[in-house]
């Protein structure tokens, strides 16, 4: 079974300053994605990460894939508010020679921003 | 607006019951994937569509089922409610069927079973 680990669960940020979320996965995988959720709302895609070395930016998020490391990082430069929102990653994996994949998420990252 | 529509957006029924989610992609995605949220179990993804053929499962239980039509809206069929399917339902739409592109998300339909 494949098991996605984020952490931290719960980051405060103060504006301006610098974060990285942690995401670990247990099996060998080279898709994640990264998606955002604000309260009440529905989910919004950031980024995918297809290989290993794979990195994207938009913004003041970018996010890196270690396949060998099994772990995605996503981090925030100079946080502002509105990044306030919940993280999530998902990983990809197929756990046969088969084309039918299986696909699990983190737990989120909740993520408040203050001034 | 991601483009992608899911009906309705509230559901309230009773144990044993059975209702029907539908979701429309966006104009030219083929896929629509279906994800349950809940505060017991998170995220799950539930299954993958693309262009009328499953393509991939996750944990969908048996009392559920999915399919995708012609037109290529897809629709989630929950029987035998319990307490437990309680949930928000998304569907997410995206060009291709190999998990690799960028999803885009309907607004989802809230269960709540009583």
């Known amino acids: 079974e494949l098991k996605v680990e984020q952490n931290p669960l719960f980051l405060s940020m103060q504006e301006g300053k610098n974060y990285t979320i942690y995401c670990n996965y247990s099996?060998?995988?080279?898709?994640l994605y990264w998606y955002r959720q604000d309260p009440g709302k529905s989910l919004e895609s950031l980024f995918v990460?297809?290989?290993?070395?794979a990195v994207k930016q938009e913004g003041r998020l970018m996010a890196s894939l270690d396949t060998k490391a099994r772990l995605s990082t996503l981090h925030i430069t100079a946080a502002v508010h509105d990044l306030s929102a919940t993280y999530f990653c998902?990983?990809?994996?197929?756990?046969?020679?088969?084309?039918?994949?299986?696909?699990?998420f983190g737990a989120g990252t909740t993520v408040t921003v203050r001034a | 607006d991601s483009g992608v529509t899911q009906t309705p957006k509230h559901l309230i029924t009773a144990t044993g019951q059975r209702v029907t989610l539908r979701c429309s992609p966006r104009s030219g995605d083929l896929s629509v994937y279906w994800y349950q949220q809940s505060l017991d179990q998170g995220l799950q993804f539930l299954i993958h569509?693309?262009?009328?053929?499953?393509?991939a499962k996750g944990n969908i239980l048996e009392r559920f089922s999915a399919q995708q039509f012609p037109d290529l809206h897809s629709e989630l069929n929950l029987s035998s409610l319990e307490l437990g399917d309680s949930a928000l339902y998304f569907c997410?739409?995206?060009?291709?069927?190999?998990?690799?592109?960028?999803?885009?998300f309907g607004p989802g339909t809230r269960l709540t079973v009583l």
């Open positions: 569509y693309y262009n009328g053929e499953e393509r």
């Open positions: 099996t060998t995988s080279d898709r």
């Open positions: 997410a739409s995206s060009i291709s069927g190999g998990a690799i592109d960028t999803q885009y």
């Open positions: 990460l297809l290989s290993n070395g």
């Open positions: 998902a990983v990809v994996f197929w756990p046969s020679r088969s084309n039918d994949y299986k696909l699990s």
